[in-house]
């Protein structure tokens, strides 16, 4: 998704920007007279430092033109932890320590609240909880966390091992685009958090209009006939009237909502309550989990395989510990449980440290809700505000070479604010410990079966549209002797 997390995509072609460009520079350049006039020109407060690029287009060409991780620590170096840029029509507030990160999302986040481009509110639905605040936010939050907890997890465990085995086993002596399995992996495991293990005919339906919608999602947001955004939106409304039937066959019977996803959860919510959620509450929100919940997990896991691939060492280390649990395992001749994944020290921070090193969500956006003293500057209303977790998470002050992937450097935690590769307050990830299980779980099954080699040229990023190792990784997964 450009993301529902709000990742710039970069894997347009390069005609792509110039349009781009060209529409913001129509549509805003009303109102970037105004910000040019009046912010850039406020009577005796104090802005952050920083360039706001050249008029009408910010910085959005540079943005666009360079990798955008060098593009913000670029700007880190020379204006510090807190800077202002303008960007994609906005101007914002950039901020790369944790203290102040801590602010915007946890202390101060009354003032700062969620914010998303209009085309993407309403693919996923504007009555998803990415969107709000307040106590429809909250009570949400709590639904969404319950169909989380480990007892829930738990119950996942069987089958989250069972598409494991079924996705190793098919790719098996080939080469193999990792990022493209990984998203069917966590698409797979997306769906059975959204409407458990029992699939209806309409499931299959549900994956088919999903894969068309989240083509538009990530590409311009033309509204025309012929374009995947056109697509999208006519996606997303028949996945309306297919949910609509699951959430109607829910309402009538209660019984079948026992082991039912996050469908069950929300469905359930309204008993014996005068305030149920309504179709399309439910609906919007089993959209946005499946959206957050599978190109997310997806990039992570291809990153995971990359760096074993780079690290021997920490490879050999890994499988020994996934050996151990196997061994025991097929001694008392039973599967995979919870218990097992919870005894994944190492792998653990093999994880950590994966999702420190690549951090695929670079930053998030939230939105001056009124003006703001901020740290000694003055942020006016309505300015974007990016916690930028990348520039954060590679400060070498917080970690140590952090360009070494070093997985021990997670046997001590990380300083208070330093590591948030899950957000932080009231809109970090509910999904955390599903997306760290699907992880444990493949790689039990992958390093105690499999070696796998990458193939072609080794290095490289693109972005699609989260960061992920060039070609999403093409590698050759072959079966390990065992004596
Ligand atoms: C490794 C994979 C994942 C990463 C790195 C990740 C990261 C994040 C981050 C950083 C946020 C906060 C965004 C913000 O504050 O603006 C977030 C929110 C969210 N994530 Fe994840 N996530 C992952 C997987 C998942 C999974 C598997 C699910 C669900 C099954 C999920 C569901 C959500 C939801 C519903 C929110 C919105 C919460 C709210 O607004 O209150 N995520 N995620
Ligand atoms: C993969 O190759 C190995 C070794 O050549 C062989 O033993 C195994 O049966 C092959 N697996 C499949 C699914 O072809
Ligand atoms: C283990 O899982 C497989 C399918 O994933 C199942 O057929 C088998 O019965 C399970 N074994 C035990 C001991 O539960």
Redesign the pocket.
């Known amino acids: 998704m450009q993301s529902l997390y709000f990742t710039l995509h970069f894997s347009t072609t390069s005609l792509v920007v110039p349009l781009f460009i060209g529409l913001l520079l129509i549509l805003l350049s009303f109102k970037v007279l105004k910000w040019n006039f009046f912010y850039l020109h406020p009577k005796d407060k104090r802005l952050p430092p920083g360039s706001m690029g050249w008029p009408y287009i910010g910085e959005t060409l540079m943005l666009y033109s360079q990798n955008p991780n060098s593009f913000f620590s670029i700007r880190q170096k020379r204006y510090g932890d807190i800077f202002k840029s303008h960007i994609l029509g906005c101007p914002c507030v950039m901020i790369s320590s944790p203290e102040a990160a801590k602010s915007v999302l946890v202390s101060q986040s009354h003032i700062f609240k969620p914010t998303y481009p209009p085309s993407k509110e309403c693919l996923i639905g504007p009555e998803a909880i990415f969107f709000h605040q307040g106590p429809y936010h909250s009570r949400l939050k709590k639904l969404v966390l319950s169909s989380f907890l480990p007892s829930a997890l738990k119950k996942a465990v069987p089958h989250i091992e069972s598409i494991v085995i079924d996705t190793l086993s098919t790719c098996?002596?080939k080469t193999i685009n990792t990022l493209q399995e990984m998203k069917k992996y966590a698409f797979d495991v997306a769906m059975i958090s959204a409407f458990g293990n029992n699939m209806e005919l309409e499931i299959e339906e549900i994956k088919q209009l999903y894969h068309v919608l989240e083509r538009g999602y990530n590409s311009m947001p033309l509204d025309v006939p012929g374009t995947s955004f056109y697509n999208a939106v006519k996606a997303r409304k028949l996945l309306n009237e297919k949910l609509k039937n699951l959430i109607q066959k829910g309402r009538e019977s209660k019984e079948i909502r026992g082991d039912r996803g996050l469908l069950g959860v929300l469905l359930g919510s309204e008993d014996g309550k005068e305030n149920h959620l309504t179709d399309s509450q439910i609906s919007d929100n089993i959209i946005g989990l499946i959206f957050a919940a599978h190109d997310t997990t997806a990039s992570v896991l291809t990153w995971l395989l990359k760096y074993l691939h780079d690290n021997h060492d920490v490879l050999e280390a890994v499988a020994t510990e996934q050996e151990e649990i196997r061994c025991r395992i097929l001694e008392a001749n039973r599967n995979l449980t919870w218990e097992d994944t919870r005894l994944m020290t190492l792998t653990s921070r093999v994880i950590q440290e994966t999702l420190r090193s690549a951090s695929i969500l670079s930053f998030t956006f939230r939105e001056a809700v009124e003006d703001v003293e901020f740290e000694g500057y003055f942020i006016p209303k309505g300015w974007k505000v990016l916690p930028l977790f990348r520039n954060i998470h590679h400060s070498a002050a917080l970690f140590p070479q952090p360009h070494k992937f070093d997985p021990s450097r997670f046997e001590v935690a990380p300083q208070a604010n330093s590591y948030m590769p899950f957000g932080k307050g009231a809109h970090s990830c509910p999904g955390n410990e599903l997306a760290k299980l699907e992880m444990l779980i493949l790689l039990h099954h992958l390093t105690t079966t499999y070696r796998w080699k990458v193939m072609g040229s080794n290095d490289g990023i693109q972005y699609g549209p989260f960061p992920v190792p060039k070609d999403g990784l093409p590698v050759t997964l072959?079966?390990i002797n065992k004596t």
Do not use: I
Request: charged share 25%; glycine share 0%.
């Open positions: 098996e002596n072959f079966p």
